[in-house]
């Protein structure tokens, strides 16, 4: 049997933005074995035309057999809990931009790399509350997250209830904290600092998708974009504010924090007064997917162009924090 193909490494060819220099090529973790590859691949250009880095933690779809056996209904679970095909934006961003692009291959349902090691649901665990081994802190807590079901490792979804069939073995979940959630937040830090040094600054621009938003009152439309920064703790407010003004100049509605302002990641990697600059994008589902919200559409190209034009703004901006005589350079 043959390692599935991995979508990231199947599309992103080497473009323009990428073939003038040098690809730089990582490959971490495990999802599980060999045979089902490592939990995230990243890519970039050896000398970055922008200091940002594009992230996609939740539109991994590589599953192990063992992992859909133990769904009740692993159709609608994958299609629910998944950022689906989000990757593929992320993909044509990268192309058109040259940014760095780290995309996670290990699924939300085996583990959410958007919630803190210890936000774990104890009732859907097979094993002791307390880890014997290091080098993660003992698990103990459970928080709001987990409760709701949708912790480290998602439990119930709204309107369906439990996905899994069984309660996950203790020694399972740490196999998944070791080898999805910690070289991929490693990893992510240290590519982070990496542009950093040679920019004076970094953006992580952390990429989701969402099922539409109903429209509220007094909106035309509803918001298509959420742009999340913690409420104003994971960027400088000129982030944010460039964003939004590029987005409104094409069009789109965009919503600030509500219902989405980040988490763990942006949490865990964001620090403005370091240079470290982080948000997260979700882009509404329906903009690129078909009425089914299952396959990607032609509409995505367009879409992603549109994206590329954002990057490259935040890029300038970015650039701009670390060292004002860079901006220009990154705007071209």
């Known amino acids: 049997m043959s390692p599935p193909k991995l979508p990231f490494e199947s599309n992103l060819t080497p473009p323009s933005a990428y073939s003038e220099g040098k690809l ?121 997250r987990a409760r709701s079901g949708l912790g480290l490792v998602p439990r119930r979804l709204p309107g369906f209830g439990e996905i899994w069939r069984q309660k996950l073995p203790r020694d399972e979940l740490d196999r998944r904290i070791d080898r999805i959630h910690r070289p991929y937040h490693e990893f992510l830090s240290s590519e982070l600092l990496r542009i950093r040094a040679e920019w004076g600054a970094a953006l992580l621009i952390d990429l989701h998708s969402m099922p539409p938003l109903r429209r509220q009152a007094g909106q035309d439309r509803a918001p298509q974009i959420v742009l999340g920064d ?19 100049q094409n069009g789109f509605v965009v919503a600030h924090n509500r219902p989405y302002s980040g988490g763990y990641v942006l949490d865990r990697h964001a620090s403005p007064t370091r240079g470290l600059h982080a948000i997260q994008v979700e882009i509404c589902r329906s903009s690129y997917l078909d009425e089914n919200l299952d396959e990607p559409t032609a509409a995505l190209a367009p879409l992603a162009q549109m994206l590329a034009g954002l990057v490259r703004v935040l890029g300038a901006e970015t650039a701009n924090l670390g060292c004002p005589g860079q901006m220009k350079q990154a705007a071209e």
């Open 230 to 248: 913690r409420f104003g703790a994971s960027c400088e407010h000129s982030v944010i504010a460039r964003a939004f003004s590029y987005l409104d």
């Open 24 to 144: 730089l090529s990582v490959k971490g973790g495990a999802v599980m074995d060999d045979l089902h590859g490592p939990a995230f691949i990243h890519v970039a250009p050896q000398s970055m035309p922008l200091p940002i880095l594009i992230a996609v933690p939740h539109a991994g779809r590589v599953y192990p057999a063992e992992t859909l056996a133990q769904m009740r209904d692993a159709e609608l679970s994958q299609l629910r809990l998944e950022d689906r095909f989000v990757d593929l934006l992320g993909v044509e961003i990268a192309k058109a931009t040259g940014t760095g692009l780290l995309v996670a291959n290990a699924p939300r349902a085996m583990l959410d790399l958007n919630r803190a090691h210890d936000d774990v649901d104890w009732e859907m665990i097979n094993g002791p509350g307390r880890r014997t081994t290091k080098p993660e802190p003992v698990l103990t807590g459970t928080n709001r």
